[in-house]
């Protein structure tokens, strides 16, 4: 099984270059982004209470995720090919849990590729696209606040993986089809 965690802080391009590597490695795609999202779709209790968490842009509590991320492996892990995470782990207690998870189950984790782009060009993206997301996330205020979440939080990751020989940093700020190059090229060797 290929077992992938797609990194990067918001606006990398995790959405965009998993959709190609889901066409081509055939994996199972876990966003945690979106499961939340269509949780407060539904107005299930999750997603009432997640959602002004998510719209302050700050992060859903870990058991909540690990939860929800175990269920969704539970599931699909006897007909995947592969899962690739998506906007998760974003804590080292996520990290830690899906080591666990994976480990309870009898998986792995393939590697890690991590999108780089600097802070500047991630919120002029965010920016863009909050004109036709809709997400009620994207407002220049929410923006800087999960950037900021992302330096605290999540970006002491890469050298959590780093030490783990997991990481593969991608440079994330050419263009989409250049960037999934160099993606599958890692991939392909995983
Ligand atoms: P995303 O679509 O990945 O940018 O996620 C949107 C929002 O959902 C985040 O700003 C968080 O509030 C919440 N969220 C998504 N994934 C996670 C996660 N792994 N841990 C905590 N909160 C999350």
Redo the contacts with the bound molecule.
């Keep these: 099984m290929l077992n992938i965690i797609l990194f990067g802080p918001?606006g990398a391009g995790?959405?965009t270059q998993s959709e190609k590597i889901i066409a081509e490695f055939n994996l199972y795609h876990i966003?945690?982004?979106?499961i939340?999202?269509e949780e407060v779709k539904q107005q299930t209790p999750l997603g009432l209470a997640?959602k002004a968490?998510?719209d302050a842009?700050?992060?859903?509590?870990?058991d909540i995720?690990l939860g929800m991320v175990e269920n969704v492996i539970q599931k699909n892990k006897d007909t995947a090919k592969g899962f690739i995470f998506?906007?998760?782990?974003?804590?080292i207690p996520?990290a830690d849990g899906l080591m666990q998870l994976l480990q309870k189950m009898g998986l792995s984790l393939s590697g890690v590729i991590s999108l780089t782009v600097d802070e500047p060009e991630l919120i002029q993206r965010l920016l863009k696209r909050a004109q036709d997301s809709g997400r009620s996330?994207d407002t220049e205020e929410v923006i800087k606040k999960?950037q900021e979440?992302y330096r605290n939080e999540t970006a002491p990751l890469l050298t959590y993986y780093e030490n783990k020989k997991l990481l593969h940093s991608v440079n994330g700020m050419g263009a989409i089809d250049e960037i999934y190059t160099s993606i599958r090229q890692i991939l392909k060797k995983l």
């Design positions: 918001p995790k959405g966003s945690t982004g979106n939340l999202r997640a968490i998510m842009g700050k992060l859903v509590s870990d995720i998506d906007g998760f782990p974003r804590t996520q996330d999960r979440v």
